[in-house]
């Protein structure tokens, strides 16, 4: 297993498309983690999956917003109706159950671009 | 609702210094930081995971503390290369699920 993996690596799209990313998480780690990170700045968190349950939503992740993660393994996240305020990297984390012992790996993240 | 700081914004240096960043975060119930780098449009790469319980990690040219009870960590790194440039995040995770990241220092180690 060669760590968290995310696809595309870049995505460019007109204002009003639907985008949607995938991430695959290290195989053994059962939580994922979504956050968003705009230029200059720290990431955001946007929604975490135990398994197949999403546990948490930020309020970031408007109604445009949907995540899954079926089966547990790897996960969706879906932009419908982009926006240029949306263009940012979009980065995937996994961890085991007991995060505060291990922490996160991230993935190498998908940058969107809304024009 | 936490918040996390980074001093300072960004940081130019020559070869070979010693330097010091540092992370200030509002709210000591924390379960653990972590310091992440990353180099320009890149993901995050994870650097030392310090617990709640610890003072200090330590790997390579790399040193972190952490003082929870005033709410900061320092990133020690010693004799910096040019290989070291890169934006230094600091994150800390409270007892939700989720860290809280700072904006970064973005580091230039000159040659």
């Known amino acids: 297993d060669t760590g968290v993996s995310q696809d595309p690596r870049h995505k460019i799209t007109k204002r009003g498309q639907n985008v949607t990313f995938r991430c695959d998480p290290i195989?053994?780690?059962?939580?994922l983690y979504w956050y968003r990170q705009t230029l200059g700045q720290g990431p955001e968190f946007l929604t975490y999956f135990q398994n197949e349950a999403q546990l948490e939503k930020s309020r970031l992740l408007s109604d445009r917003f949907s995540a899954e993660r079926p089966k547990g393994s790897f996960s969706t996240l879906e932009i419908q109706r982009t926006e240029q305020g949306d263009s940012a990297m979009y980065l995937c984390?996994?961890?085991?159950?007991?995060?505060?012992?291990?922490?996160?790996?991230f993935g190498s993240g998908t940058r969107l671009t809304v024009v | 609702k936490q918040e996390v700081t980074q001093i300072p914004a960004a940081l130019s240096v020559p070869e070979g210094e010693n330097l010091v960043l540092n992370c200030s975060f509002t709210d000591s119930a924390i379960y653990n930081l972590q310091w992440f780098r990353q180099d320009p449009g890149k993901g995050l790469t994870s650097l030392l995971l310090i617990q709640s319980s610890q003072r200090e990690q330590t790997s390579g040219r790399l040193n972190a503390s952490l003082d929870k009870s005033s709410g900061r960590s320092t990133l020690y790194i010693a004799a910096s290369q040019p290989g070291d440039s890169a934006t230094y995040l600091c994150a800390v995770r409270g007892y939700g699920q989720n860290f809280v990241f700072g904006p970064g220092t973005r580091l230039s180690v000159l040659p």
């Open positions: 195989s053994e780690h059962n939580r």
């Open positions: 984390a996994s961890s085991l159950d007991l995060a505060e012992v291990y922490g996160y790996t």
